[in-house]
């Protein structure tokens, strides 16, 4: 038995790629088997793991038709027996010392049964937008989740305990796009979760990501986890959808949080990058005049330890 599978779903991943599987392979960890599944692509994606499959002996591939995210899962946490499993997206990129930390922690701590850690969160272009993932407590965490929250742990920044996994039954369909949430509810019933406060995952954003592109569909899956955790647990109460929660998903919408978020963070050249576009578009919002006057004060702000000019 290996020590640790590393599950990669692909599914059109385009341009991404790249750079996401090479990010696994510089692993400083590098004891691991990368199982990836090509769940039916149809943009050459399967050109490129066929690449890397005939590269590297720890890549165990298969390519076969479109079966959906969390078959596609399970089936990859089936491929080889391992003690832990590592999630990894094909959109984002792992620091080198990712796998190594992630291990180790499972290691020195017998009763964690799944752990993430902080991300940076990056747009389509590698541009950095601000961190994520910043609970480390279990307590924390679950009741998080309880509350329907996402990002308590990032789920491609993860590492799950495979006894713990197998307990539990895996990804279950019946929560499309919030497998993760559900997962990791009954997976806190059966141990503690955690967080590693290091930064080892660049989690990209864009309009492709299940939490843009499927949003309504996600926080039904999502409340329905609650639910079920609610009458698993025997706590009383009702999870409802709030109207909000059927906002859509515009690009003014988008472009404005990832300005505020890199604003925040004080990533300026990301935040001028997206404040100008809303501002473009908007001219007449009251919303965009607040943002590009935010960023406009922050970017002519002395640095620290210079003289104005």
Same mark, same amino acid.
Request: charged share 25%.
């Given at each position: 038995?290996?020590?640790?599978? +590393?599950?990669? =779903? ?8 790249? !750079? ?44 076969? /038709? ?8 399970? *089936?990859?946490? @089936?491929?080889? @027996? ?20 992630? +291990? ?8 964690? &049964?799944?752990?993430?850690?902080? #991300?940076?969160? $990056?747009?389509?272009?590698?541009? =950095?937008?601000?961190?994520?993932? /910043?609970?480390?407590?279990? *307590? %924390? ?6 509350? @329907?929250?996402?990002? !308590?742990?990032?789920? =491609? ?23 993760? $949430? ?6 806190? %019933? ?38 079920? !955790? ?12 709030? =109207? %909000?929660?059927?906002?859509? +998903?515009?690009?003014?919408? &988008? ?39 935010? #960023?406009?004060? /922050? ?11």
């Amino acid at each position: 038995m290996t020590d640790v599978a +590393v599950i990669l =779903p692909v599914y059109n991943a385009g341009h991404y790629l790249d !750079a996401a599987i090479r990010s696994v392979l510089n692993q400083t960890h590098a004891d691991f088997t990368l199982c990836i599944i090509d769940d039916g692509s149809t943009d050459g994606s399967r050109r490129v793991l066929e690449k890397y499959a005939a590269q590297d002996a720890r890549i165990r591939f298969r390519s076969r /038709e479109n079966k959906g995210l969390i078959d596609t899962l399970n *089936e990859l946490a @089936g491929m080889i @027996g391992a003690r832990y499993l590592i999630r990894m997206d094909a959109d984002d990129i792992c620091e080198p010392q990712r796998f190594a930390e992630l +291990v180790g922690f499972m290691q020195a701590n017998d009763d964690c &049964v799944a752990c993430g850690s902080e #991300v940076l969160l $990056i747009d389509p272009f590698d541009r =950095p937008l601000r961190k994520m993932g /910043e609970m480390w407590a279990h *307590e %924390e965490i679950d009741a998080a989740h309880l509350a @329907g929250a996402g990002g !308590a742990i990032i789920h =491609p920044a993860s590492i799950i305990r495979v006894s713990a996994f197998n307990s539990v039954g895996g990804y279950r369909k019946k929560y499309t796009h919030a497998e993760d $949430i559900d997962l990791f509810l009954r997976l806190a %019933e059966q141990g503690r979760l955690a967080n590693i406060p290091l930064t080892l995952l660049r989690y990209r954003q864009h309009f492709s990501s299940v939490g843009y592109s499927n949003r309504l569909q996600q926080r039904r899956s999502t409340l329905n986890a609650i639910q079920d !955790a609610y009458a698993r647990r025997g706590i009383d109460g009702v999870i409802r959808y709030e =109207p %909000e929660d059927a906002e859509p +998903v515009t690009e003014r919408i &988008v472009f404005s949080k990832w300005a505020w978020w890199a604003l925040s963070a004080g990533h300026l050249a990301t935040a001028r990058h997206y404040a100008t576009k809303v501002f473009a578009k908007n001219v007449f919002s009251l919303g965009s005049w607040k943002l590009i006057a935010c #960023v406009l004060r /922050e970017s002519l702000k002395p640095i620290h330890g210079s003289k104005p000019v």
